[in-house]
């Protein structure tokens, strides 16, 4: 399945974002709706929709730091105290 948002992306990590977002469409639907433009009206609703369910409803926080940090830490030898 294409993906035409990437909720991993690190731009979509604060909630506040992700919530502005929705709403920046879903008030674009109550626009067109309110000026009686149905096609348009039913294009920014389904936008609305594929954005409200992929960056509220299943999103699925991941901390790629953290990831990374740890296989930095694991990649890493150990020194001897006696190399003397």
């Known amino acids: 399945m294409i993906k035409l948002i990437d909720p ?3 731009f979509y990590r604060p909630l506040w974002r992700r919530v502005l977002i929705f709403l920046v469409c879903a008030g674009w639907a109550a626009l067109e709706f309110y000026h009686d433009q149905p096609f348009f009206s039913i294009i920014a609703l389904a936008i609305a929709a594929y954005v409200g369910s992929s960056l509220l409803l299943f999103y699925k926080p991941t901390d790629k730091t953290a990831g990374a940090e ?13 190399d003397a």
Request: negative net charge.
């Open 70 to 82: 740890g296989s930095a830490s694991k990649d890493e030898t150990p020194k001897a105290d006696n």
């Open 8 to 10: 991993d992306h690190a």
